[in-house]
């Protein structure tokens, strides 16, 4: 069995450790109780698809490293991600009988991730969390950074905090697990960190889907580690988004109208992957980067089947984007790729955002 990969993470509030690789699910307790030796109990938070595939081996894995483990369910889905169901989390872990120095282990995608982390900076004003993602997604972006969130009926993540993880173990074996459609859409924040911070990665991504069958686990798990590493350079530089944190948003302007405009029922990496090559060919056309860049960024996402454009009503977009918590008063900060492996934050206003909105995108 290989070592895992070791990403070390120095954010400001916290120095932790990512680790990437496989059979890690096993070593979770043992791990969880040296980076939280003060812990006596710990509860584990899953979603109803994933609770039954692997809640109860982490949970043993925390029983047998003397950390008895409650089990939280909350039901599985975006629609999900809402203050309601956070409660009801928060009842649960309370009425386990956790303490301020126990902790929260989120085992699932993102949005397990962001309901558990949520929950466990809100109970007792903070107590820590592991993160063990399962999803391809959560492994490479959500877990990694500390952002935790619910939706609002206003729009997506617009009720949050931030927590750094006091651990990630992002156990590769998880994906046999995961439907061949939801890898592919996980693959759009993949291709968005090869476009922001690595050509090579990007290169690496276009030479073959990651989800075919006989592609290497180990080879996978690399993959995710330099993503990882790509995440942890820039958390490291900016923990709370004021500056350079906001490039890893790359597609996300434009990506997160989509998705809500789609009533969340296409994925986020699909969404992000849509929205970075709305922005890339709005970039070409205003003159920021070349044709080939936007060219080459169009025809990666369209390689691993992800969406390159929209027909969403481009007032739909704008009325998403007005209300995004990414927006600063009357400007928007959008994340341009200038070539592959490099991008440039570009404060425009919202009559340049529409000007953006009505160059990159269809409908």
Not at 52 to 60: I, R
Not at 64 to 73: F, K, S
């Amino acid at each position: 069995m290989s070592m895992p990969h070791v990403i070390d993470v120095h954010a400001a509030s916290r120095n932790y450790q990512v680790l990437v690789g496989r059979d890690l699910l096993p070593g979770v307790g043992s791990r969880t109780r040296e980076v939280c030796p003060k812990a006596g109990r710990a509860a584990v938070v899953s979603d109803s698809t994933v609770a039954a595939l692997y809640a109860p081996k982490v949970a043993a894995s925390l029983e047998a490293a003397g950390l008895p483990a409650a089990e939280v369910t909350f039901p599985a889905g975006e629609r999900n991600k809402n203050l309601s169901t956070l409660g009801d989390i928060l009842e649960e872990i309370a009425s386990a009988g956790l303490t301020r120095d126990d902790v929260v282990v989120a085992v699932g995608g993102g949005v397990t991730g962001d309901m558990a982390g949520l929950a466990a900076a809100l109970y007792l004003r903070g107590i820590q969390v592991v993160q063990v993602p399962t999803s391809l997604l959560a492994m490479v972006d959500s877990s990694v950074g500390g952002k935790t969130a619910v939706d609002l009926k206003a729009g997506k993540n617009l009720c949050g905090a931030f927590l750094q993880p006091s651990l990630v173990v992002a156990d590769v074996d998880c994906l046999d697990t995961v439907p061949e459609g939801l890898l592919r859409d996980s693959c759009g924040e993949l291709i968005k960190h090869g476009v922001l911070a690595d050509e090579a990665l990007f290169e690496t991504l276009g030479e073959r889907p990651v989800w075919e069958q006989g592609y290497s686990r180990d080879k996978l798990a690399g993959i995710v580690a330099r993503n990882v590493e790509i995440k942890r350079d820039v958390v490291d530089a900016d923990e709370r988004e004021s500056g350079v944190r906001q490039t890893l948003n790359l597609g996300h302007t434009i990506g997160h109208a989509i998705e809500a405009g789609s009533n969340f029922t296409l994925g986020h990496g699909s969404s992000v992957a849509c929205g970075l090559c709305c922005v890339a060919r709005a970039a070409a056309r205003l003159g920021w980067c070349s044709q080939d860049v936007a060219d080459r960024i169009v025809s990666c996402v369209d390689a691993y089947r992800l969406p390159t454009d929209t027909d969403l009503p481009h007032d739909t977009i704008m009325g998403y984007i007005a209300h995004d918590k990414k927006r600063h008063s009357d400007s928007v900060n959008l994340v341009v790729p200038i070539r592959i492996g490099a991008v440039e934050l570009r404060q425009v206003s919202l009559d340049e955002m529409r000007h953006v909105v009505d160059l990159g995108c269809g409908g």
